[in-house]
């Protein structure tokens, strides 16, 4: 059984901000670094044997990881499929913008349909790249094999509701992961193994 343990990213600005990202960046807080460093430990501690390791290649992201693969001595595959969901114009505006001038969307979105955000992507579309990445970085290894791939929110709700086999795009009943919590699927059978596991450091 190959395992994937997927990390979301530290605290960024614009989490803190309560302002939409998508695939801009912020870059993470000093509390997102902080986290980073706990994450890394207790990723050491719980997975002594790690096959490799993916991240997207965002700078939150590649941040997020940076503690931890120099603790191991690993280079990560980086693969932009492993980016946030684009949410167009939406990005670097905060929540109640967004809401006062486009409500329409954001209530349908609250609803569960799969709106293209600011004129971005779609979930389903966002889960099938994510799906693509994660099926091509299993078969680039051993049968298994036990990965960590350090990424965002809404690729590891899509990856979960892939793992649970909920029709496409699965996002809606999946909470957002904790910002550098942990979340473990096996992938050959796909299923859920736990979900925003907590790791020191993190609120």
């Known amino acids: 059984m190959t395992t994937i343990h997927l990390v979301r990213h530290g605290e960024a600005v614009w989490n803190a901000e309560g302002k939409y990202q998508g695939q801009a ?21 719980s997975f002594p044997r790690i096959d490799g390791v993916a991240c ?4 939150r992201v590649r941040d997020t990881a940076a503690p931890f693969l120099t603790a191991i001595g690993h280079s990560p595959q980086v693969d932009s499929r492993l980016r946030e ?12 913008e ?8 954001v209530a349908a979105a609250a609803r ?8 971005g992507e779609t979930f389903a579309e966002l889960r099938r790249r994510v799906v693509a990445a994660l099926d ?6 051993q049968p298994g094999a036990t990965l960590v791939v350090f990424t ?9 509701a892939a793992a ?16 550098c919590s942990v979340t473990t699927l096996a992938w050959n059978p796909r299923r859920l193994l736990a979900f925003n596991q907590q790791t020191i450091g993190t609120r």
């Open 85 to 96: 969901i684009d949410v167009g114009s939406w990005a670097g505006r905060t929540f109640e």
């Open 25 to 45: 960046d912020s870059g993470l807080t000093e509390l997102g670094h902080e986290q980073a460093h706990s994450a890394a430990a207790w990723l050491r501690d």
């Open 164 to 179: 649970l086999g909920v029709p496409i795009p699965g996002h809606h009943p999946i909470g957002s992961p904790d910002n």
């Open 56 to 59: 997207s290649d965002l700078p």
């Open 136 to 141: 091509e970085l299993v078969a680039s290894h």
């Open 152 to 160: 965002h929110g809404g690729p590891i709700r899509v990856a979960t």
């Open 112 to 119: 569960g349909e799969d709106v293209r955000r600011g004129g």
């Open 98 to 105: 967004v809401a006062t001038a486009e409500p329409a969307s």
